[in-house]
C-alpha cells in the first residue's frame, strides 16, 4: 500500500497537480507542519544551531532534534530536498535581482563600461573572487529565504 502511495505521488505531471493533490490531502496546518521540517533540515545543513533555528523559525528543540536526527542517516530524504530547494532558491533570487537590475548584472555593466580594465589579469581575478563571494552571500540569502519565517517575523 505504500508503494502505491508513492506510486501515487510520482505520477503527478507538475507542480499544479501536486498543489491539488497535497491540498485534498492534507490540511493547510499539515503542509506547513511538513515544510516547517523541511526549513529546519535546511538551517540545521548551514550550520545553524537549536536556538538561532528558534530565533528564526519559532520552533521548539524537540522538532529540531527529530529532523536532526533525521538528517543524521545515510538515507536522509531530507538532504535530498535540502540540496533542491536550495538551488532553487538561489535560482529565484538570481531572477529577482536580475528583474531588479534590468537585464545586465552589476558585474556585467562595470565590465562594459571599464572593458580595457578587465584586460589586465589581477583586475579580473578581484571580480571573479568577487563573483565568488556574490555566489556565497547568495547561498546564505537562499537559505534564509523561507516565506514562512519571513510570516513568522511580520507576527511578531
Not at 508513492?6 to 498543489?19: C, F, P, V, W
Not at 535560482?91 to 571599464?114: C, V
Amino acid at each position: 500500500m505504500i508503494g502505491e502511495f508513492y506510486d501515487t505521488i510520482d505520477s503527478l505531471k507538475d507542480r499544479g497537480e501536486i498543489r491539488l493533490f497535497f491540498k485534498d490531502l492534507l490540511t493547510a496546518d499539515e503542509i506547513a507542519t511538513f515544510m516547517r521540517r523541511i526549513e529546519i533540515a535546511v538551517l540545521l545543513n548551514a550550520g545553524y544551531n537549536y536556538r538561532q533555528i528558534y530565533d528564526i523559525l519559532g520552533v521548539g528543540s524537540d522538532k529540531i532534534s527529530r529532523v536532526h536526527k533525521c538528517l543524521q542517516q545515510d538515507d536522509s530524504g531530507y538532504k535530498i530536498i535540502v540540496k533542491r530547494l536550495i538551488e532553487n532558491r538561489k535560482k529565484r533570487l538570481k531572477k529577482i535581482k536580475k528583474e531588479n537590475k534590468g537585464s545586465l548584472s552589476q558585474f556585467e555593466n562595470i565590465k562594459k563600461k571599464y572593458t580595457s580594465y578587465f584586460l589586465l589579469p589581477n583586475l579580473l581575478d578581484v571580480a571573479i573572487e568577487k563573483l565568488e563571494e556574490d555566489e556565497k552571500l547568495l547561498e546564505k540569502e537562499a537559505i534564509l529565504f523561507t516565506p514562512s519565517a519571513t510570516f513568522e517575523r511580520k507576527k511578531k
